[in-house]
């Protein structure tokens, strides 16, 4: 029995030893240097996204997730693409066109100007980051289990951060800083200047990065957030190629959980079969390739309805 014990005992050791080292591999491997990408590379990509919804058109226009199209919307006014604008106009006017979505406010993170009208039954459902985006496009706190969403203003609401930030919500501080930017973007009063809250969570998102090497939704969308506010330059080389090496043959994401390096059999094994694309991932991976080609002293402007 005290030889069954110690063979056990040293067999969980060795275990132990080696996930610390694979996950330490696999952070050196994700945050390494590497070639910065080319024009010509990103070019190539955001043409495949664009042909992603050209072929996808019909099923996207009737998807009902305004802040994917507000990030549609912003890839077009960079890009000047007047086919991407055309869309998100005819999927607004097919969203909002039925009796019961006519005024909803979150049309407000596209065009932030429009009239709304409040509903506060429908807030009841609502997870705090959404209440928080809800507050941002109506400019009205809205009630939390503890306090309500001003909160979000004040306060890093991901924090500690090991455990609420990478194990509970991957995507805590990214919501909380475009939420911030939904803010800003509809014109509501900032109560506190939030100058030191959205430095903490670029710095947090940045961290994550680092430590969170598996590509999937939350990793685009950390890139993208980075790069939105305007810090490209907190954007590794090799974030980049992660991600554009997860851009599928049909030009879109799938936002599965995947980890580039691996022999491609292994990935499919654990994932079984293979994931489609979709919008929600490609939404961001088409932002991601127009932020990066757009980088450079471009404006982005409210549009108009």
Same mark, same amino acid.
Not at 2 to 19: G, P, Q, S, Y
Not at 31 to 46: F, I
Not at 65 to 89: F, H, K, P, S
Not at 206 to 212: A, K, P
């Given at each position: 029995?005290?030889?069954?014990?110690?063979? @056990?005992? %040293?067999?969980?050791? $060795?275990? /132990?030893?080696? =996930?610390?080292?694979?996950? #330490? &591999?696999?952070?050196?491997?994700?945050?390494?240097?590497?070639?910065?990408?080319?024009?010509?590379?990103?070019?190539?990509?955001?043409?495949?996204?664009?042909?992603?919804?050209?072929?996808?058109?019909?099923?996207?226009?009737?998807?009902?997730?305004?802040?994917?199209?507000?990030?549609?919307?912003?890839?077009?006014?960079?890009?000047?693409?007047?086919?991407?604008?055309? @869309?998100? %106009?005819?999927?607004? $006017?097919? /969203?909002?066109? =039925?009796?019961?979505?006519? #005024? &909803?406010?979150?049309?407000?993170?596209?065009?932030?100007?429009?009239?709304?009208?409040?509903?506060?039954?429908?807030?009841?459902?609502?997870?705090?980051?959404?209440?928080?985006?809800?507050?941002?496009?109506?400019?009205?706190?809205?009630?939390?289990?503890?306090?309500?969403?001003?909160?979000?203003?004040?306060?890093?609401?991901?924090?500690?951060?090991?455990?609420?930030? @990478?194990? %509970?919500?991957?995507?805590?501080?990214?919501?909380?800083?475009?939420?911030?930017?939904?803010?800003?973007?509809?014109?509501?009063?900032?109560?506190?200047?939030?100058?030191?809250?959205?430095?903490?969570?670029?710095?947090?998102?940045?961290?994550?990065?680092?430590?969170?090497?598996?590509?999937?939704?939350?990793?685009?969308?950390?890139?993208?957030?980075?790069?939105?506010?305007?810090?490209?330059?907190?954007?590794?080389?090799?974030?980049?190629?992660?991600?554009?090496?997860?851009?599928?043959?049909?030009?879109?994401?799938?936002?599965?959980?995947?980890?580039?390096?691996?022999?491609?059999?292994?990935?499919?094994?654990?994932?079984?079969?293979?994931?489609?694309?979709?919008?929600?991932?490609?939404?961001?991976?088409?932002?991601?390739?127009?932020?990066?080609?757009?980088?450079?002293?471009?404006?982005?402007?409210?549009?108009?309805?």
């Amino acid at each position: 029995m005290k030889a069954n014990a110690k063979w @056990l005992a %040293r067999v969980l050791l $060795a275990l /132990i030893f080696l =996930a610390i080292a694979l996950t #330490g &591999l696999g952070i050196w491997t994700g945050s390494r240097d590497a070639a910065p990408l080319n024009r010509a590379e990103m070019e190539q990509s955001y043409a495949r996204s664009l042909a992603w919804f050209h072929a996808n058109e019909s099923t996207v226009r009737s998807d009902g997730n305004a802040a994917l199209w507000w990030m549609v919307q912003a890839a077009a006014e960079r890009m000047g693409d007047t086919y991407l604008l055309g @869309l998100v %106009r005819e999927a607004s $006017a097919t /969203i909002y066109a =039925a009796p019961r979505s006519a #005024g &909803l406010p979150w049309q407000r993170m596209v065009y932030p100007k429009v009239d709304v009208l409040m509903n506060l039954v429908a807030i009841e459902p609502l997870s705090p980051y959404q209440r928080f985006y809800y507050h941002g496009v109506t400019c009205l706190p809205v009630p939390l289990d503890d306090g309500d969403t001003t909160r979000f203003l004040e306060e890093n609401m991901c924090r500690p951060k090991p455990i609420k930030a @990478l194990l %509970r919500d991957p995507v805590c501080s990214t919501h909380q800083l475009i939420g911030i930017q939904l803010f800003k973007r509809v014109g509501c009063p900032v109560i506190r200047d939030t100058t030191d809250l959205e430095a903490e969570l670029r710095s947090d998102i940045e961290s994550q990065l680092r430590v969170d090497f598996v590509v999937k939704d939350a990793y685009l969308q950390r890139v993208l957030v980075l790069l939105w506010s305007g810090h490209a330059d907190r954007v590794k080389p090799i974030w980049m190629r992660r991600i554009m090496s997860q851009q599928q043959a049909d030009g879109g994401w799938t936002g599965e959980r995947d980890i580039p390096e691996l022999p491609s059999w292994i990935n499919n094994i654990r994932q079984k079969e293979a994931q489609p694309t979709g919008f929600h991932a490609t939404a961001q991976g088409l932002l991601i390739a127009a932020l990066w080609l757009t980088q450079d002293g471009h404006v982005d402007t409210a549009a108009k309805p």
